[in-house]
Nanobody, 115 residues
Framework: QVQLVESGGGLVQAGGSLRLSCAAS????????MGWHRQTPGKRRELVAR???????NYADSVKGRFTISRDNAKNTVYLQMNSLKPEDTAVYYC?????????WGQGTQVTVSS
């Protein structure tokens, strides 16, 4: 069984920063990718950022230049550094990972950006 445990969400003023963490644990043979999605009420869950096993990264256009995804392979942990936060970044952020060729989701962490 594989689990993803997220941390780091919270309330921040516009222009501020937060860092999200997601640690994978359990019987892990391979991690193909790790990343973050976000969702607001009534909207589809959308990709925010992703890092694949070779180190390549993808970002949503809305966060390019403000968010940075990174990964600690030794700890099976992915981080999302979020700078210059905007009210429209308010959402529940979900960690997502392809581990052992299976797709896993974290429980979600709330990020609220006040104006």
């Amino acid at each position: 069984q594989v689990q993803l445990v997220e941390s780091g969400g919270g309330l921040v003023q516009a222009g501020g920063s937060l860092r999200l963490s997601c640690a994978a644990s359990g019987r892990i043979s391979s991690i193909s990718s790790m990343g973050w999605h976000r969702q607001t009420p009534g909207k589809r869950r959308e990709l925010v950022a992703r890092i694949i096993s070779g180190g390549s990264t993808n970002y949503a256009d809305s966060v390019k230049g403000r968010f940075t995804i990174s990964r600690d392979n030794a700890k099976n942990t992915v981080y999302l550094q979020m700078n210059s936060l905007k009210p429209e970044d308010t959402a529940v952020y979900y960690c997502n990972a392809i581990i052992n060729l299976n797709n896993y989701w974290g429980q979600g962490t709330q990020v609220t950006v006040s104006s």
